[in-house]
């Protein structure tokens, strides 16, 4: 069965998959700033983006209205900080 995941760390971002890349990529940069890591940070950051964006495309032609739904409440990478504190 194949359904819409909106329970535990979904409740609280649409991508948090590619936050937790994001972080790892800024950790390896923090450990190892050279010019590579410097290079390529952005680089894979936009990628995820775009990534991010062509899945939620897909999800909302799979989905329709329920991830229409959920998207407006939910958002795409930064917690709301209220939902975090349990206000």
Do not use: C, N
């Not at 760390?9 to 890349?21: A, D, E, L």
């Not at 940069?29 to 964006?53: D, E, G, N, S």
């Amino acid at each position: 069965v194949h359904e819409l995941a909106t329970q535990g760390v979904y409740s609280y971002v649409r991508h948090p998959q590619y936050i937790g890349f994001i972080l790892v990529m800024f950790g390896f940069l923090l450990q190892w700033p050279t010019i590579l890591t410097l290079a390529m940070f952005p680089v894979l950051v936009v990628m995820y983006l775009r990534l991010a964006r062509t899945e939620e495309r897909e999800a909302l032609a799979e989905f329709g209205d329920a991830y229409r739904r959920y998207a407006k409440t939910v958002p795409p990478f930064v917690p709301h900080l209220a939902r975090l504190l349990g206000a």
